[in-house]
Nanobody, 121 residues
Framework: QLVESGGGLVQAGDSLRLSCAAS????????MGWFRQAPGKEREFVAA????????YYDHSVKGRFFVSRDNNNYMIYLQMNHLQPDDTAIYYC????????????????WGQGIQVTVSS
């Protein structure tokens, strides 16, 4: 299971850090990431980090503002979100998948329940 925390209501320009606690066997074998779904829109890829924490990848809309990291010792994944904008308002989902391509495509084995992030203007 994946359990997100750290969401909430912030103002434009603020920062927020999401956390995801993972209860996955062989966690260190899984690539992890984040997706989001805004009201009335389809779920979209945000960021991914490989099993080792060495390589990461971002959607162009968040690149340079969001940073994904992981702590393999404590089975945690994080999403640091800076310079938040109203367009970042969405439910954010933590995901896990052993295949990198499938993760980015949204074909994930594991999904969290999601957490709301709201950015006011």
């Amino acid at each position: 299971q994946l359990v997100e925390s750290g969401g909430g209501l912030v103002q434009a320009g603020d920062s927020l850090r999401l956390s995801c606690a993972a209860s996955i066997a062989s966690f260190t074998s899984y690539n992890m990431g984040w997706f989001r779904q805004a009201p009335g829109k389809e779920r979209e890829f945000v960021a991914a980090i490989d099993w080792s924490g060495t390589n990461d990848y971002y959607d162009h809309s968040v690149k340079g503002r969001f940073f994904v990291s992981r702590d393999n010792n404590n089975y945690m994944i994080y999403l640091q979100m800076n310079h938040l904008q109203p367009d970042d308002t969405a439910i954010y989902y933590c995901v896990g998948e052993s295949n990198w391509g499938r993760l980015v495509a949204g074909l994930n084995e594991y999904w969290g329940q999601g957490i709301q992030v709201t950015v006011s203007s």
